[in-house]
Structure formats: C-alpha cells, structure tokens
C-alpha cells in the first residue's frame, strides 16, 4: 500500500529556495509515498463571490487535494508570516463552506529560510490556520530549516549528512503519521 501526497510550494519565485527542499525531502521519503505538485500559481485571489461557481483553477486545487491522502506544505516566511500565496490557496480550498477540502487530512509543515530561524514563525502561523480547517497536522517532529546553497544542491541533493538523516527522519514520521490518522480516519 503506498500514499499519495500532494504537496505545496509557497513560493512562486522561479528560484525557490523552498521548491529545491521540497526535491531534497522527496528524494530521501520512503518509497510508499507519492508525490504530487498541487499548484497554487494561477489562482485568482479569492472571493466569496466564487462561492457559487468556482473557476477552473480552483476546482482543480480541490480536486487535487481530494485525490491525496495526505498535504505537504514546504513554505518560506513572508514577513514573519505565510505566503499569500499559500494563505489564498488555502482559503480557496477551505470553501464553499461546508465544502473544506483539509477537513481531516494528514498534514505536515516544512520551510526553508535564509534567515537563522528558518521559517518558524511563518510555521506556527501556518499551523494555526490548518488547525482552523481540521488538518490532522504532524507535530512532531519540526523542522525549520536554515538554507545554505552549500548544502543543498539545486536537484534537490543533500551534501550535509546530518541534514540529510534529519530530513529522512522527519518524512519516515510523517509517513507513519499518515498510516496513523488514515487508519482511524479512512479518505
Ligand atoms: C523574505 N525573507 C524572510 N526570511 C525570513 O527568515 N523571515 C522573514 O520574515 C522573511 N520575510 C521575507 C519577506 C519577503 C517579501 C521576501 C521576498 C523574503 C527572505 C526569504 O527567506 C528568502 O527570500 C527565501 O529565499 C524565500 O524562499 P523561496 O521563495 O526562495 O522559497
């Protein structure tokens, strides 16, 4: 049995630190994950005024997060804060209400920064907003990581063998969180 995980970038830009984290933690998950990119990219800002008929962009966010068993956020901090990018992402797949397409998934945060702290204030605020829409989120263990081009290669390679058993380490738990909350909470 193998999961299928989709997984966001919040960034948009073409360099992403973030997208490169998002190779490296691929490349070192177990083998009964698959990944997916949901992509954030297109969508419009969000409005309630979509409430009724969603755009093509946004059907296929949630459609997308409807064929995972589980979600990947792999984020850098704006401002000490979420993306908005991700935070409207978020917002389009969290509606029409009643309509909340986290309700229930197994989740998990991740995010790379150039700065010392390694996006973990922009983490807590994540976790509050996926508390908000039910995810059942991985706690433990974080992961806060601070990006050295020395260190990771832009193909998603680790040179740093600590680093690379840490980001081993942290897919393995959440793979047997996914095992955890899908036995309890079949999708
Ligand atoms: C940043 N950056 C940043 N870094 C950080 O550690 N804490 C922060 O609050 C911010 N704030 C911030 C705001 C904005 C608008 C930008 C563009 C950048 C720096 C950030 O860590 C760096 O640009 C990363 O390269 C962003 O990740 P991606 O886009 O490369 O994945």
Redesign the pocket.
């Known amino acids: 049995m193998s999961y299928r995980v989709g997984y966001f970038v919040g960034?948009l830009?073409s360099?992403?630190?973030?997208?490169i984290l998002a190779k490296a933690v691929i490349r070192v998950a177990p083998d009964d994950l698959e990944f997916t990119e949901i992509p954030i990219r297109d969508l419009p800002l969000y409005s309630q005024d979509y409430d009724a008929d969603f755009p093509p962009e946004a059907r296929a966010l949630k459609d997308a997060i409807a064929a995972a068993d589980a979600v990947l956020f792999v984020t850098?901090?704006?401002?000490?804060s979420i993306p908005g990018a991700l935070k409207n992402a978020i917002d389009w797949a969290s509606r029409p209400w009643g309509q909340n397409s986290f309700d229930h998934i197994p989740a998990a945060v991740i995010g790379?920064?150039?700065?010392q702290?390694g996006?973990a204030?922009?983490q807590q605020s994540l976790r509050g907003v996926l508390s908000f829409c039910n995810a059942r989120q991985m706690t433990a263990p974080e992961a806060y990581i601070h990006?050295s081009a020395d260190v990771f290669g832009e193909d998603g390679s680790v040179s740093n063998a600590d680093t690379e058993q840490f980001l081993r380490t942290f897919m393995s738990e959440f793979r047997d969180h996914v095992q955890r909350v899908l036995t309890v909470l079949p999708r």
Not at 15 to 19: A, E, L, Q
Not at 76 to 80: G, K, L
């Open positions: 960034s830009s360099t992403s630190i973030n997208r850098p901090e704006y401002n000490r790379a920064s150039i700065g702290i996006t204030v922009a990006f």
